[in-house]
Every structure is written in C-alpha cells, then in structure tokens.
C-alpha cells in the first residue's frame, strides 16, 4: 500500500512569488492535513480537510490556503511568499472512519526556500 | 486550545542506557495520543498509539502509557540503541480530529 506521497519534494522560490504544493492521501484516507515544521517553531498545524471541507484551521495568515478535491488529494498554497515561509511543509492522511479517531500517517515533507 | 508540554532535550544517552521522555497535554474531549520519531531529512513515523485511558502503546522496545488522571503518556524504553537516535514528538488528537506537537525531543545514543 502506498504511503502518503507528497510533491515536489524540494522547491526555491523568490520572495512574492506563489507556490503550490501537492500531497497524494493512502489510498481510502479521506482526512488530510498540513503542518509547516521550522527550527524556531517546531510543528504548527495549517489546516486539515475532510470529504473536500475543511473541518480544522490553524492560526495563519490568509495567504495560507489550501483544497481537497474529490479524490481525497489535496493541495496547499502560499501566496505572496515572504523569507520566512522557508520551512519543511509536511502533509498527513488519516481513515477517520465515523467516530474513530484514527492515527495520522506522514510524508516526506516539501523543503520550500524563499530567497 | 490544544497544547503539549513535552520535556525538551538535548538528551544524550549511552548505548543500552534507560529512557524516559515526559509528556502532558490538553486537548478537547477524550484525545488519542501517539508518539512520532523524526529521523534526520525525513517525515514523521508514528512510533506508538493509545486510545483509551490505561491503554499502553509499544513498538521496537518503546512502551508509553495513556494516563487520563494526570494528563500524561511519558515515552519509555528500557535498552537504547544508536539507530534510535531521532527526534521524538507527542501528540494528542482531540476529539474534534486536530493532532497538536510538542517542541519534540531531540535524543542523542552513543556508542
């Protein structure tokens, strides 16, 4: 069974520009969920979505933004980048069945560098 | 809201030496509570899980116990080994399906 697949895996773009990242679920997780993981803040929720709604939202700008489209694969974009957006993007799927509170599985991360 | 308070490292450990890494949260409603490793340039792995209070997660010789009265689930394993070298993280999942991390725990085995 595939994991969750995350792309691209490495990314520069410059100061203003916007950026889209990309994250493929395992296959039948219907919750996905994104974090931006840097050294000086650690691990901060960004949002989650569930059946293409998004159910949880962090504590970040509006030019934060993201969708999940009917196949469960979801996508996340930052507009307007700013130096400090430079941070490990990490996406996570889970099954949550109805009730369940089922574990989430990583991937690998996006590395976006603003310079 | 959600919050960890997670013991921060570094901790630098011998090989075969005991390892406690402490963990206590909030969380809305009756969280799950796992444990994530993070290996250098690598995502997150999901090391354990509780569900329930009382229940202990384990997996490669890690054992951590869901503590409902005190609000904690301190990670635990007996013999370190170097390869267990990684950053170490908790996270409870509310009941309302958001997974909240601790500043993560930066562990260090030598041989």
């Known amino acids: 069974k595939a994991g969750v697949t995350q792309t691209p895996r490495y990314l520069i773009k410059t100061r203003g520009q916007q950026v889209t990242l990309s994250c493929s679920p395992i296959?039948?997780?219907?919750?996905v969920s994104w974090y931006q993981q840097t050294p000086g803040q650690g691990l901060q929720f960004l949002f989650e979505y569930f059946s293409e709604t998004q159910r949880n939202k962090g504590n970040f700008p509006g030019r934060f933004s993201g969708r999940q489209f009917s196949n469960s694969r979801s996508e996340m974009n930052v507009s307007t980048l700013e130096l400090g957006d430079s941070a490990l993007y990490l996406c996570?799927?889970?099954?949550?069945?109805?009730?369940?509170?089922?574990?989430?599985?990583f991937g690998q991360g996006t590395r976006l560098t603003v310079v | 809201g959600d919050s960890v308070t997670q013991m921060e490292g570094p901790v630098t450990l011998s090989e075969e030496a005991f390892l406690t890494i402490n963990c206590t949260y909030t969380a809305t409603g009756y969280p799950s509570l796992f444990w994530y490793v993070q290996y250098p340039g690598e995502g997150l792995q999901l090391l354990l899980k509780a569900t329930k209070a009382d229940d202990k997660g384990s997996n490669k010789g890690f054992e951590a116990t869901y503590r409902k009265e005190t609000t904690s689930f301190h990670l635990e394993k007996g013999s370190v080994q170097v390869s267990d070298s990684a950053v170490y993280f908790c996270a409870p999942r509310s009941s309302n399906y958001k997974l909240t991390f601790g500043k993560g725990t930066l562990l260090t085995v030598n041989p």
């Open positions: 996570a799927s889970s099954l949550d069945l109805p009730g369940v509170n089922t574990e989430a599985f």
């Open positions: 296959s039948g997780h219907r919750s």
